[in-house]
């Protein structure tokens, strides 16, 4: 289906966050649509984190609007948007150090989703179904038990996204997933993220590792001083005179342009 015909998942108009005189969010005008993977590059401080925390709540927006399944969600708390289908997962690790692997993916499980006035007494079969399905599509399943702080590097960004996958978002935020991991685990997470799409989950991904982002993206954003400076197609990106300027360099075009065409054969 063509993006002309299908609903936007969550739409941004004219957003703009200022942190007194910086505007780390500049004018940004996107729709992401079901089934999407819009990758967000830039360089350091181009304002890409402070995008999606605006879009989740955790920051409010200082003007324009955010729309999730066409319904305004500006105003609203990262509680009340996670309720309506949207999680995230942060840049540095977040969780609960003291609890195990699985209790961490509970939480997510118990308060994450539906639409909830009063917090749960008691833990349903349902949630716990949930969690087993988090740690599966993570590839976590035999690793439940292991108390969160005593995990290695790599399953603790996994439990982060497990967490946020048992609230069963529409769309899910990911801020630079495979930051200090090495060749091998990048791949290990693009086989997972790979998985996620295939249950339908719309993403957004934040990522440096260029070779991961133009994989794994239907469509790309390139944010540079808080404004967009490319949206369009992963492999046209590379063609773009100042994505390749003020971003890419010439030499790492070239190495991406050589490894999304043996890619596309
Ligand atoms: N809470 C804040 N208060 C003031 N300035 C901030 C705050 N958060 C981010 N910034 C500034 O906003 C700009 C964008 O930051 P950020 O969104 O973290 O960039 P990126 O994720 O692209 O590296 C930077 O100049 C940063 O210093
Ligand atoms: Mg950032």
Do not use: W
Not at 188 to 211: A, C, N, Q, S
Not at 213 to 240: C, F, K, N, W
Request: one cysteine or more; charged letters at 20%; hydrophobic letters at 40%.
């Amino acid at each position: 289906m063509s993006s002309e015909t299908k609903k936007p998942l969550l739409a941004c108009r004219n957003l703009f966050k200022h942190f007194g005189a910086l505007a780390a969010v500049n004018n940004i005008d996107i729709d992401v649509y079901p089934g999407d993977v819009l990758g967000i590059g830039g360089p350091n401080g181009a304002g890409k984190t402070t995008f999606i925390d605006v879009i989740s709540g955790i920051n409010p927006a200082s003007s324009g609007t955010v729309s999730l399944d066409g319904h305004d969600i500006t105003n609203y708390g990262p509680d009340r948007i996670c309720h309506r289908g949207m999680a995230r997962t942060y840049q540095l690790n977040a969780g609960f150090d003291s609890l195990s692997v699985r209790d961490n993916v509970l939480v997510g499980a118990a308060f994450g989703s539906g639409d909830q006035g009063i917090p749960k007494f008691r833990y349903s079969k349902e949630m716990m179904a949930r969690v087993d399905y988090a740690l599966e599509l993570v590839g976590m399943q035999d690793r439940g038990h292991l108390i969160a702080r005593e995990v290695p590097v790599l399953d603790r960004k996994l439990l982060m996204l497990a967490s946020a996958i048992a609230t069963e978002p529409k769309l899910l935020l990911i801020d630079e997933p495979v930051g200090g991991l090495t060749p091998h685990e990048i791949d290990h997470v693009m086989e997972i993220l790979r998985g996620l799409m295939k249950e339908g989950i719309t993403i957004i991904l934040i990522e440096h590792v260029m070779r991961f982002l133009l994989q794994l993206s239907t469509r790309v954003l390139i944010m540079h001083h808080g404004e967009s400076i490319y949206e369009g197609a992963p492999d046209q990106l590379l063609a773009d005179q100042q994505v390749v300027e003020v971003y890419l360099g010439e030499g790492t075009a070239k190495r991406l342009r050589h490894l999304m065409d043996q890619g596309a054969k």
